[in-house]
């Protein structure tokens, strides 16, 4: 009979993690990313890392992962915009801000502040011309946070994606602080606010029809315009609904070069003083 010393036992558990992890791929995913978020840090006066809004692209994750405690300072968040209740219209711009509404006893505020559609895929592109409160936008997180944690109150732009993302939900995560280096003494607070698109509206506009080849395309495409007057703005937007080219197209002209995109599958519109339309790009 062997003899099974000490040295050979710890040998053997090793062994048996090394395999169990090698072989549970999600449990492997599922560590990391718990491991990811215990990594952050413990104070963020100057900002979230990112997708810690609680939403469900954030996979629940929200400010209570460094921030916690018993603390009550009679927080309640806040979620404002000026898109109307009939919903978003494509491509626009809308006013978003962010409030934390408290009994004014804590030391320090913060938010983070995302805009998904339902299957947690972040949509829109935020822009901090003529913003208030000092927030930044998080590029990786598709997201945007406080710079400082002196206010309580964040405003900022946010343009609607170009095309039909169905309902778009932005969901906000607030912090409430007492100051102290820690998460024992925070309280966090979380709201979101839904908005649908606005068929109605962009169909009323969103009538302009225009042919154009070839499709995918390497360097130029052409267009057929019909009898719709000039001039026209085409327009053209990656998946995401970030515009990544604009050029006005003359009456006459019916070419437009695209040698400088990358290759992928895009949104082109085209629009005139009186409807505009919108059609998918290939480039190869």
């Keep these: 009979m062997r003899k099974i010393t000490l040295t050979s036992f710890v040998a053997f558990i090793g062994l048996s993690v090394v395999l169990l992890f090698s072989m549970n791929?999600?449990?492997?995913?599922?560590?990391?990313?718990?491991?990811?978020?215990?990594?952050?840090e413990t104070r963020r006066s100057d900002g979230s890392p990112g997708n810690y809004t609680g939403s469900p692209g954030d996979d629940g994750f929200d400010c209570t992962d460094c921030h916690g405690g018993t603390a009550n300072f009679n927080l309640v968040p806040s979620i404002i915009t000026n898109i109307p209740q009939t919903g978003y219209v494509f491509g626009t711009t809308y006013n978003i801000q962010v409030t934390a509404t408290s009994d004014g006893t804590e030391n320090g505020r913060g938010f983070e502040l995302t805009a998904e559609r339902a299957d947690g895929t972040t949509v829109?592109?935020?822009?901090?011309?003529?913003?208030?409160?000092?927030?930044?936008?998080?590029?990786?997180?598709?997201?945007?946070?406080?710079?400082?944690?002196s206010f309580n109150s964040w405003s900022f732009n946010w343009t609607a994606p170009t095309i039909n993302e169905g309902t778009i939900t932005f969901y906000a995560a607030v912090v409430a602080g007492n100051g102290a280096q820690g998460n024992n003494g925070d309280e966090v607070a979380l709201t979101n606010e839904s908005f649908a698109a606005n068929?109605?509206?962009?169909?009323?506009?969103?009538?302009?029809?225009?042919?154009?080849?070839?499709?995918?395309?390497?360097?130029?495409?052409?267009?057929?315009?019909?009898q719709n007057p000039g001039p026209y703005t085409a327009e053209i937007?990656?998946?995401?609904?970030?515009?990544?080219?604009?050029?006005?197209?003359?009456?006459?002209?019916?070419?437009?070069?695209?040698?400088?995109?990358?290759?992928?599958?895009?949104?082109?519109?085209?629009?005139?003083?009186?409807s505009s339309g919108t059609s998918k790009l290939i480039k190869r």
């Design 199 to 226: 068929t109605l509206g962009v169909g009323e506009f969103d009538n302009l029809e225009f042919r154009f080849s070839p499709n995918p395309a390497d360097d130029i495409i052409r267009f057929e315009l019909g």
């Design 237 to 274: 937007f990656d998946l995401n609904g970030k515009r990544i080219f604009k050029q006005l197209i003359q009456d006459g002209q019916n070419e437009l070069k695209i040698s400088s995109l990358p290759g992928g599958l895009y949104f082109l519109r085209l629009a005139n003083e009186n």
């Design 25 to 40: 791929k999600p449990f492997q995913e599922e560590y990391k990313i718990l491991q990811d978020k215990t990594d952050q």
């Design 124 to 149: 829109g592109i935020y822009d901090l011309n003529g913003a208030t409160g000092n927030p930044q936008i998080i590029t990786s997180g598709g997201s945007v946070t406080h710079n400082v944690d």
